[in-house]
């Protein structure tokens, strides 16, 4: 047995392993590129580590792929077979049961799984980053930062991956609002792990709502600083794009789209999302995106019957949308709008509904059914929350409500909702802004109207 970076005892049987598996964790943590590579180097070692196996199909699970389901099934059962062989630790056998777990269909319950093994290991940084990214994609903000309120301050800024927890705690506390603690500890976690992409993200976020975006730009302009990472860098350019779009430079918006948010024309549902999601934020706001809808549609048709992720599906409907392949995204709504009737009293089941309101409603936004699409996205609004992201990533289908109401008239409740994100923002939104002044525009121009035809009338 050894003893791995967080501190617990691992039982692989090789010191080589043991090293390689430490790059693993610190890996996942930063999201660096090469952790599969270091798990492969682990599993060539030590092909009956449990905890790898386990951890392994941890990762797979989380890439919402319905064609991964086999590997991570494989990861289970080697892991399974590997703790068999030789006896495994009470915080390894707690990996192995929520991978378990989550393979049947009960990822809140595999995450409770990994928060009871952390009252026993509670510098088990690794359990803390796969119960967070759990919980995110079930949309589960107040347990991201129940799970780590009592863990985070007081792990010690002395042990090696403090920061990266630190990171964790800072997008929990921006998730739930509480935007001067997560901006500090985000800071500070990028302060003590440079690494640490998911610290700076948080500041991003937090500097996204509250309408700081040259702030925000500043913070990310170090593209170096998160070189390293895996896919998430992706991410990182979308926010930045966000900031170029807050600022009303639309042409670098869509110029950093092709040369970052979408250079890679990679398939997984986190960069669809993110090119998506820009691009329709880029039309909402008057910018020809040309043909860039296709490629995205494309990948979108191959993950119709995916049904691993809803946040997941309600991008691949954007695509689809986007590229005006209107049957294809109705196809999703109805999948979605089967799940919520089928399967009663299971984890999926509110969040299918949601899914199946929001994709129709994206559909009557799209063929300007104003009325219909208002009505649909207002019903998902008040439990958007249960598809996962973010409050940023959500916050497309908040403008799509938005145009939803101007576009059949509801301009005072339209107006309402300007005016409530823009103070949540600090009274600084470009968006807002720009459709208050719109609807002002053609209140003034209606009462003008009414002023002359009575004249006339007169």
């Known amino acids: 047995m050894f003893i791995d970076m967080s501190g617990d005892v691992v039982t692989t049987s090789d010191h080589t392993a043991c090293v390689a598996w430490d790059r693993v964790v610190e890996g996942v943590l930063s999201h660096d590129a090469m952790t599969p590579n270091h798990l492969t180097t682990v599993l060539a070692i030590d092909p009956h580590f449990a905890l790898a196996h386990a951890a392994k199909g941890l990762m797979l699970m989380s890439l919402a792929r319905r064609e991964l389901l086999d590997a991570a099934q494989q990861s289970l059962g080697d892991a399974q077979a590997a703790a068999a062989m030789r006896p495994v630790t009470d915080r390894e056998t707690a990996y192995i049961d929520a991978l378990a777990m989550w393979l049947s269909g009960a990822p809140r319950k595999a995450a409770r799984r990994l928060d009871y093994a952390l009252i026993d290991h509670p510098f088990d940084a690794l359990a803390i980053k796969f119960t967070q990214i759990i919980r995110f994609m079930c949309g589960e903000q107040e347990a991201m930062l129940s799970s780590l309120q009592h863990i985070a301050p007081n792990y010690g800024e002395d042990r090696p991956l403090s920061g990266y927890v630190m990171g964790c705690y800072a997008f929990a506390l921006e998730e739930k609002r509480f935007y001067p603690e997560a901006e500090h500890a985000g800071r500070r976690a990028v302060e003590l792990a440079p690494r640490d992409v998911w610290g700076r993200h948080a500041v991003a976020h937090v500097l996204e709502m509250t309408g700081k975006a040259q702030q925000g730009e500043d913070w990310l302009g170090d593209a170096s600083a998160w070189a390293h990472a895996n896919n998430l860098r992706f991410h990182i350019a979308w926010h930045v794009a966000l900031f170029m779009l807050e600022r009303g430079a639309y042409v670098q918006a869509l110029d950093l789209y092709d040369t970052s948010v979408r250079a890679e024309k990679t398939n997984d549902y986190r960069d669809i999302a993110n090119a998506a999601s820009l691009l329709a934020k880029l039309e909402f706001r008057g910018v020809d995106v040309a043909d860039r809808w296709e490629e995205l549609a494309d990948l979108g048709q191959t993950r119709m019957f995916n049904n691993r992720l809803v946040f997941a599906d309600l991008h691949y409907a954007l695509a689809l949308l986007g590229a005006g392949r209107r049957d294809d995204a109705q196809a999703i709504g109805r999948r979605l709008l089967e799940d919520s009737e089928s399967h009663p009293g299971t984890e999926q089941t509110e969040t299918a509904k949601q899914g199946a309101l929001v994709t129709f409603g994206l ?96």
């Open 363 to 458: 559909l009557a936004l799209r063929e300007q059914r104003y009325f219909e699409a208002a009505r649909l996205l207002e019903r998902a609004r008040p439990r958007l929350t249960c598809i996962g992201g973010s409050n940023a990533q959500r916050d497309l289908f908040e403008q799509a409500y938005i145009e939803s109401l101007i576009g059949c008239g509801a301009h005072e409740r339209a107006a309402s909702a300007l005016r409530e994100r823009s103070a949540a923002r600090g009274g600084v939104n470009l968006y807002a802004s720009q459709r208050l002044a719109k609807l002002t525009k053609v209140e003034a121009i209606q009462s003008l109207s009414t002023v002359q035809h009575a004249a006339v009338l007169a």
